[in-house]
């Protein structure tokens, strides 16, 4: 998943919501919908499935992070990026930055863009 193949939409939203810090399942959904400006609404299978296969790449893992149970469920898990996350995430990065280089060079983009 990290290597050099492309990360699918589901991990590069799961990496870029978690690269600010350490969320729950929850708190994933609703950032992942918050950076997509509501373009991305992932469901929990989509989100929970993800999370797996990622924390057995190696992409993320589950977080020591204890919270007041008074504030917050105390079955909620919390997940943080591994530094394996964080090279995939700077990888695929650099990826759409080389794409946007190219469709601005061929004017495919509209004005502004």
Request: no cysteine; net charge positive; aromatic share 4%.
């Amino acid at each position: 998943m990290a290597g050099t193949k492309a990360l699918t939409p589901a991990v590069l939203h799961i990496l870029l919501a978690l690269s600010a810090q350490e969320r729950h399942g929850y708190g994933i959904m609703k950032q992942v919908e918050s950076d997509s400006q509501g373009k991305v609404r992932m469901g929990p299978g989509t989100l929970y499935g993800s999370i797996r296969r990622m924390t057995e790449a190696g992409l993320i893992r589950e977080s020591d992070r204890k919270i007041d149970p008074h504030l917050d469920d105390e079955r909620r898990v919390y997940y943080g990026i591994t530094a394996r996350g964080q090279q995939a995430l700077a990888t695929e990065l650099r990826r759409y930055r080389q794409v946007v280089a190219v469709a601005h060079e061929r004017s495919l983009l509209p004005e502004g863009a």
